[in-house]
Nanobody, 125 residues
Framework: VQLQASGGGLVQAGGSLRLSCAAS?????????MGWFRQAPGKEREFVAA???????????YYTDSVKGRFTVSREYAKNTVYLQMNSLKPEDTAVYYC???????????????WGQGTLVTVSS
């Protein structure tokens, strides 16, 4: 299984970016959870958002409080890709963003077995 994250870049505060995470080696339906995490300079990696499989056509979504109402996580099964749409970006959103996938129950970070390489998001003030 490989996860390829892309879409990062430099954006002004208030702007938008869409991150993509393309999975290969397994279809999205084979993962219980697909998540996004981020790590800002000098800080620990933190959870941002995740989807949890519900059925062949639907899934649950979860967000950390600081991004609720601004970020949207989604799955596109046809492209085997998970997206993170980020709107109203703030300088504090600056970080390397990682996508991750889990086949295990439970939401803890340690249950994510597969990780992408990370994509840098920089938000200027």
């Amino acid at each position: 299984v490989q996860l390829q994250a892309s879409g990062g870049g430099l954006v002004q505060a208030g702007g938008s970016l869409r991150l993509s995470c393309a999975a290969s080696g397994r279809t999205l339906g084979g993962f219980v959870r697909m998540g996004w995490f981020r790590q800002a300079p000098g800080k620990e990696r933190e959870f941002v958002a995740a989807t949890r499989w519900s059925s062949s056509s639907s899934y649950y979504t979860y967000y950390t409080d600081s991004v609720k109402g601004r970020f949207t996580v989604s799955r596109e099964y046809a492209k085997n890709t998970v997206y993170l749409q980020m709107n109203s970006l703030k300088p504090e959103d600056t970080a390397v963003y990682y996508c991750a996938a889990s086949t295990l129950p439970g939401s803890i970070e340690g249950n994510y077995e597969y990780w992408g390489q990370g994509t840098l998001v920089t938000v200027s003030s």
